[in-house]
């Protein structure tokens, strides 16, 4: 029996970067991507990833409105 050869289209999978020595390699733990950041490395998540899981609160500034007031005394 022959061995079955790679499809040709598929192309043979490239190794990613090696880590820096002295390093290991950390992932995201959502998407699994290689982290190199020291923040992203230290919560475990990517910057996307962190930002999908928590989103930026409402800017305060759409929270303020305009109200009619009345004129202070004396001014």
Do not use: N, W
């Not at 020291?38 to 500034?61: F, Q, T, V």
């Amino acid at each position: 029996m022959e061995s079955p050869e790679p499809f040709p289209e598929f192309p043979e999978p490239q190794p990613g970067p090696a880590p820096a020595p002295g390093r290991r390699a950390v992932r995201c733990g959502l998407c699994g991507r290689p982290l190199t950041g020291a923040e992203s490395r230290r919560a475990g998540l990517g910057p996307a990833c962190d930002a999908k899981l928590h989103p930026a609160g409402p800017d305060i500034r759409t929270r303020r409105h305009e109200v009619d007031q009345d004129p202070l005394p004396g001014t």
